[in-house]
């Protein structure tokens, strides 16, 4: 792809999949949403805990935050075919300045390679941008090596150390 950056700040591609419309899920997507997500990996998991009820949970606590919100990714049959979550927030560093978090991004493993992914991150740019954020960050596991040169190859690159610690 041909990627370029603007004065904006939101980098662009001039083959994005005009197909892929990608909305705010709602309560009613719980089951797709559950679905997507455990497929996240590439290796056929069960649905690592995740189902309707506690989907819908999690969005619900969602909804505590303002600007964060879960995605949809629908092909033009309107079947589900991604998922993504972005938040919008500011902090203390930079002034203030707005940023954006992007997680739990996953392309159903039928659909992956031909350009969904791609269309739902142009999408979660267009979002942080229009909500004046100054960059889009994310995490992705280190063993995901093939999702990590998809986000290099939109041009994501790595900033920092990401480190965590298990409370529970």
Do not use: W
């Not at 089951?31 to 999690?58: H, K, Y």
């Not at 879960?70 to 930079?94: I, N, R």
């Amino acid at each position: 792809m041909n990627m370029r950056r603007h004065t904006e700040g939101v980098a662009e591609s001039t083959g994005v999949r005009s197909d892929i419309a990608v909305r705010e899920a709602v309560a009613g997507d719980a089951e797709v949403l559950a679905r997507l997500l455990a497929q996240m990996d590439d290796e056929p998991s069960e649905t690592d805990g995740f189902n309707a009820a506690l989907t819908r949970q999690i969005m619900a606590d969602m909804k505590s935050y303002p600007d964060f919100k879960a995605y949809l990714a629908l092909d033009e049959a309107g079947v589900p075919v991604g998922t993504f979550s972005l938040m919008v927030f500011c902090s203390l560093s930079h002034r203030g300045s707005r940023q954006a978090l992007l997680d739990a991004v996953v392309v159903c493993r039928e659909r992956r390679g031909q350009g969904v992914g791609e269309a739902m991150l142009q999408r979660a740019l267009h979002i942080a941008a229009g909500s004046g954020c100054y960059k889009l960050s994310l995490s992705s596991n280190i063993k995901r090596k093939d999702a990590h040169r998809f986000y290099e190859r939109l041009g994501f690159s790595q900033h920092g150390v990401s480190l965590s610690i298990e409370l529970a």
